[in-house]
């Protein structure tokens, strides 16, 4: 039972999109699959030939009427994919660009109040730099030897 759930679930839905009328048919192969359990359960039981010839009939008529509404499904999905609009995948990639330059526009605007100019603040440890002239390295390890006492 499980299997055949599993096959009717392929068969259903192969492409994972659900329709309207998707749960209205599986409820219609539902019940003419639970019809042809009762049917060959009946089939199984029954000892009279012309019973069990009628039985088979009526299993192969229920056989037939499910194929039916399977093709039938399938016919209105395949209708229902190709008139859906489809999207081109360049106007996809062109609409998530214009949504990013958006958002950089609304958290970064153009008087950027990220923008901080660094305050004159007393750091005790920090050396002084006189006017635009930068420390190299053997200045900067100096001051750190005088600082230790070595």
Do not use: A
Request: zero cysteines.
């Amino acid at each position: 039972m499980n299997e055949l759930r599993k096959k009717t679930s392929e068969e259903l839905s192969p492409h994972r999109l659900y329709f309207p009328e998707s749960f209205e048919y599986r409820d219609k192969l539902d019940e003419v699959e639970r019809e042809k359990n009762e049917l060959y359960l009946k089939w199984v039981d029954e000892n009279d030939l012309d019973i069990k010839e009628r039985l088979g009939n009526q299993y192969k008529d229920l056989v037939k009427k499910q194929k039916n509404y399977q093709l039938e499904f399938q016919t209105v999905v395949k209708d229902r994919l190709i008139n859906i609009p489809m999207v081109k995948p360049e106007d996809l990639i062109e609409f998530r660009n214009n949504i990013l330059i958006e958002e950089m526009k609304s958290d970064f605007p153009r008087n950027n109040s990220y923008d901080i100019k660094e305050l004159d603040t007393f750091v005790p440890n920090k050396p002084k730099i006189e006017g635009n002239k930068q420390l190299n390295i053997n200045d900067y390890l100096e001051n750190l030897r005088k600082r230790i006492g070595k």
